[in-house]
């Protein structure tokens, strides 16, 4: 059984520049945690590997037993930041969070034959291609943009018979999967996150395709398999990597295969279709709110080496 308990809630904006004494005042005050949101609803985007990118304004949130004394809480912080500063409570409503992350995750269609399902609910359509994820692994479930974008496209193409797939970033699994059980041959998929593996596996075997599904660290996979070994690269991660693998990513895939790309935003595509127009015949980019994907065709001969 879930455990259920109350909490308090309290918010302060800060900077860059003082982000890091706001973060340990909340801890030193009791926070059990802190998360930071960006004041100005600028993109939010993932790090790469060892950063911690901050934007310009933050918001910092701690969240606290409720039986704290709120009045000495306040006191405490405002000692060590300044009266000035500008602090919001809140008592959060006692209730199930997971609970009510299920009960809010409701079965989602993708193009005209893929349906992504939270595995507690059933599909509401038994025939379709459903592919049931865990709403509690949160590494991917269709909700974003992005992954959206990626899954409408596998959706699209008339034949993914004998197809070889390479999900690169596959986080939760969901591209890998979707594209198995959408008639793809086989699929390796890698993360540089040890528990995105984790949960790609366990959704594999709950969708019941895991013998057609490798999964590796970027550092294990086979040197057999980095170059030309692909008929679809998937890559749906970030502007940045996306642009530095580019050469990586365009050897992976065979000539006159495809790579799609997302976890872009459109302001960034000109940069991203520069990157990749050397190995692949671009298309035009495709658009869902402030995000994009970008396909190509491999061309037979790169037009640089």
């Known amino acids: 059984m879930a455990n259920i308990m109350p909490w308090i809630q309290l918010t302060l904006q800060t900077n860059k520049a003082n982000n890091d004494k706001a973060e340990q005042a909340l801890f030193d005050a009791g926070a059990l945690s802190v998360t930071f949101r960006d004041a100005e609803d600028n993109p939010v985007l993932e790090p790469l590997p060892g950063e911690t990118p901050l934007w310009d304004e933050i918001i910092l949130t701690g969240l606290f037993e409720a039986d704290i004394n709120t009045a000495a809480l306040t006191s405490k912080i405002k000692i060590q930041l300044g009266e000035q500063t500008s602090l919001k409570l809140e008592a959060l409503e006692d209730k199930d969070w997971v609970r009510a992350w299920m009960d809010d995750y409701k079965p989602m269609q993708f193009g005209k034959r893929l349906w992504v399902c939270p595995k507690h609910l059933p599909p509401p359509q038994p025939d379709a291609v459903n592919l049931m994820l865990d709403p509690g692994l949160a590494f991917g479930t269709g909700t974003h943009p992005t992954t959206a974008l990626c899954l409408e496209w596998l959706d699209s193409i008339e034949s993914l018979s004998n197809k070889q797939v390479l999900d690169f970033g596959c986080g939760s699994g969901v591209l890998a999967i979707g594209a198995l059980m959408l008639g793809a041959k086989h699929c390796d998929a890698t993360d540089i996150d040890p528990q995105a593996i984790i949960a790609s596996k366990n959704n594999a075997i709950e969708n019941h395709v895991a013998e057609k599904l490798d999964l590796y660290l970027p550092s294990d996979m086979p040197d057999s398999q980095l170059y ?76 640089k080496t």
Do not use: H
């Open 228 to 303: 030309e070994n692909y008929d679809i690269v998937l890559a749906n991660i970030l502007a940045g990597p996306l642009t530095t693998l580019a050469e990586q990513l365009a050897n992976y895939c065979k000539a006159d295969g495809y790579i799609v790309l997302s976890g872009i935003l459109e302001t960034q595509s000109e940069k991203i279709i520069q990157a990749y127009s050397p190995w692949f015949n671009m298309q035009p980019i495709t658009v869902k709110g402030d995000w994009i994907r970008i396909t190509g065709k491999k061309l037979k001969v790169a037009l």
